[in-house]
């Protein structure tokens, strides 16, 4: 039968180890932090297009730019806020006005808009977006991003934009 001898020893150890967890903070649950504003990313705003139609396809289609829109802070999905899309596509450059559009986030935040599919420019195939809160109601800040695709034979492209009260 094993014995069990408790040291003075033990004890201490044992309860120099206990404080040093409660004071390290381990016993506490993790606390959500603040969910960080979006930056704008440098070159997003190449060949933006002020004001840009709300359109429900641009082009023929065939990709497909969706994203969420939320707020900075707790995060909460924003409806109605208008997103811009272009890029140099199949169909056109993205100087190209037909090459621009935009559409509006539904009740959960989600934006979903099709395009023709994206090609490589200057070696690397990538989209830009835009909340521009001069066409909107305001109490945002403007974000500009050029996310880059991991391939150019993808056939979607997933973005988010975090945005910051005013």
């Given at each position: 039968?094993?014995?069990?001898?408790?040291?003075?020893?033990?004890?201490?150890?044992?309860?120099?180890?206990?404080?040093?967890?409660?004071?390290?903070?381990?016993?506490i649950?993790?606390?959500?932090?603040?969910?960080?504003?979006?930056?704008?990313?440098?070159?997003?705003?190449?060949?933006?297009?002020?004001?840009?139609?709300?359109?429900?396809?641009?082009?023929?289609?065939?990709?497909?730019?969706?994203?969420?829109?939320?707020?900075?802070g707790?995060?909460?999905?924003?409806?109605?806020?208008?997103?811009?899309?272009?890029a140099?596509?199949?169909?056109?450059?993205?100087?190209?006005?037909?090459?621009?559009?935009?559409?509006?986030?539904?009740?959960?935040?989600?934006?979903?808009?099709?395009?023709?599919?994206?090609?490589?420019?200057?070696?690397?195939?990538?989209?830009?977006?835009?909340?521009?809160?001069?066409?909107?109601?305001?109490?945002?800040?403007?974000?500009f991003?050029?996310?880059?695709?991991?391939?150019?034979?993808?056939?979607?492209?997933?973005?988010?934009?975090?945005?910051?009260p005013i």
């Amino acid at each position: 039968m094993a014995s069990s001898t408790t040291t003075r020893r033990t004890v201490i150890s044992t309860g120099g180890a206990a404080l040093l967890l409660g004071a390290s903070g381990l016993t506490i649950p993790a606390r959500a932090q603040s969910l960080a504003a979006t930056p704008t990313m440098r070159g997003g705003a190449n060949n933006y297009r002020p004001g840009a139609p709300i359109v429900k396809r641009i082009g023929k289609g065939g990709f497909w730019t969706t994203g969420t829109v939320r707020r900075a802070g707790d995060g909460a999905p924003l409806e109605g806020r208008r997103i811009q899309v272009w890029a140099h596509t199949i169909e056109g450059h993205e100087r190209d006005q037909r090459s621009h559009g935009a559409t509006l986030t539904d009740k959960n935040g989600v934006f979903r808009i099709e395009m023709p599919q994206i090609v490589p420019a200057f070696g690397q195939p990538h989209g830009h977006l835009a909340y521009d809160a001069d066409y909107n109601d305001g109490g945002f800040e403007t974000v500009f991003l050029r996310p880059l695709m991991a391939s150019a034979s993808d056939t979607g492209l997933q973005v988010e934009f975090v945005l910051r009260p005013i």
